[in-house]
């Protein structure tokens, strides 16, 4: 009942509004030139006005799609650069939570704090040497990083001591791996060794800046284990003591 009497009402403001139109001095010039026109040119100006209507009610969506269009692509680009942000902060931080490399003199000092650490005495130490690993094999090289070969020397060890200390010189540092082992048997007592532990040191070249010092990724490779004879050397992989 309400919707009713709200459409007549309606209808009667707009009977009213349509009079009050009729009786307004500019509309009648307007149709009175309307009626002035010749049959064409009243055609051609109501073809005009249905043109002009349809193509009203065509922009006014339009341009809310393309509002919406720009929206979008505005929101896309928006999450890609967070996107790329968020990327980069997580890569800093990855930066900055890497362990710390060492090169090789960095290396030999750590060394000599490590050993400080062990009951031995003065001539069991025999301290770090440079050495060379190239009669390891072209296992110990890792593409193009470069390796350096530190060697640590110790004197009258039992196996216990050589399996602790290959173990902590293991873990010093990610870019650091023994990656061989002599034993020799200590005369008179062939129950202790004099050991050589084979540490390579790895790292980027000088050309990509920064010392080039990076961690190694992977295992330590593996060698060929040989027999041991009385007073000679015997190569052995460490991870065979440490099993």
Known sequence: MAFENLKDELKENAIELWGRIQESPAYNNVRERYENLSPNAQRGLLAAIVVLAVAGLIMFPYSYFSSSSDNTDQYIANRN???????????????LNMPRTVDAGDLKSQVSEMLAAYPLLPEQNGGTTDIDLSDLGPGVAAGKLQVTGVGVKLKKLNLKQIVEIGTDLQSKNPNVKLVGLEMTAST???????????????????????????????????FRKEQMQHGHPMHVNPGDISQ
């Open 188 to 222: 008179p007592d062939p129950h202790y060794f004099d050991v050589l532990y084979k540490l390579a040191v790895y790292s980027l070249p000088s050309a990509f800046g920064g010392g080039g010092k990076r961690p190694m990724p992977g295992e330590p490779p593996k």
């Open 81 to 95: 650069l967070i996107r790329e942000l968020l990327r980069a902060n997580r890569l800093a931080g990855e930066s």
